[in-house]
């Protein structure tokens, strides 16, 4: 008995391409405000522990914030990636 050959689904080119500059966006937004915040962090005279024990929760919170944003841009950009370059046989 032979095995049926899958034919890999094709999806459009735009689809395609929209994919691939997002993701491409995405993964830049990400590693900028990574860069963002390891020179915010360098040029503060305290640490985050010193912040923490200070009782300044609002710049805990801003930095946790723009770091959760930064990092779910840059994975969000990686998956949009990857969906743009996989080829998928089904």
Request: proline share 3%; glycine share 12%.
């Amino acid at each position: 008995m032979s095995k049926s050959k899958s034919k890999p689904h094709r999806r459009p080119r735009g689809e395609i391409d929209r994919n691939y500059f997002f993701g491409d966006v995405l993964i830049k937004t990400g590693v900028a405000v990574a860069v963002a915040l390891g020179a915010i962090a360098l040029l503060t005279p305290f640490t985050l522990r010193d912040a923490i024990d200070d009782g300044m929760y609002g710049y805990v919170t801003v930095m946790g914030m723009f770091a959760g944003l930064g990092l779910f841009a840059f994975l969000y950009g990686r998956h949009l990636r990857k969906e743009a370059t996989h080829w998928e046989f089904d």
